[in-house]
């Protein structure tokens, strides 16, 4: 009787799973495969959350900074509509003399102003905390 030629590669893996040593390591590995899946899973899962866990503390920083910029804008505007409503201060730059009036204004308020001027109409400066 005729046989079909049989496959070298078919026949060496035979061989090869013949051995104790070699059936053992891959039961072995198939064994351990399961605690490397669940490993890269708990690794993936915790980066994930230490993602998501920067990025809320991103924002809440960002939203803080916000909040605190828009009270500083509303406390500048305040303080300075106050100002150009003060009748001292529209007689002393009518009189020339708001140099004096903002020199005062300068350590009391707590806007730390690094300069504060008045100008007119035209757009020229009148008058300014620094000379």
Same mark, same amino acid.
């Given at each position: +009787? #005729? ?5 070298? /590669? ?5 061989? /090869?799973?013949?051995?104790?040593? *070699? ?35 991103? /924002? ?12 500083? +804008? ?26 004096? *009036? /903002? ?13 504060? #001027? ?6 020229? *400066? ?6």
């Amino acid at each position: +009787m #005729f046989s079909a030629p049989r496959d070298p /590669l078919l026949t060496r893996i035979k061989n /090869l799973l013949a051995r104790l040593h *070699i059936r053992l390591l891959i039961l072995v590995l198939i064994s351990v495969a399961p605690a490397f899946v669940i490993i890269s899973y708990t690794a993936w899962e915790q980066r994930n959350e230490a993602r998501n866990a920067s990025e809320q503390q991103f /924002l809440k920083v960002v939203h803080d900074f916000a909040a605190k910029q828009r009270v500083l +804008m509303d406390n500048s505007h305040l303080f300075l509509a106050s100002l150009a409503r003060d009748p001292l201060m529209r007689n002393a730059v009518q009189r020339g003399r708001c140099g004096d *009036i /903002l020199a005062n204004l300068r350590q009391p308020t707590s806007f730390h102003y690094s300069d504060l #001027f008045v100008a007119g109409r035209d757009g020229h *400066i009148l008058c300014s905390i620094n000379p």
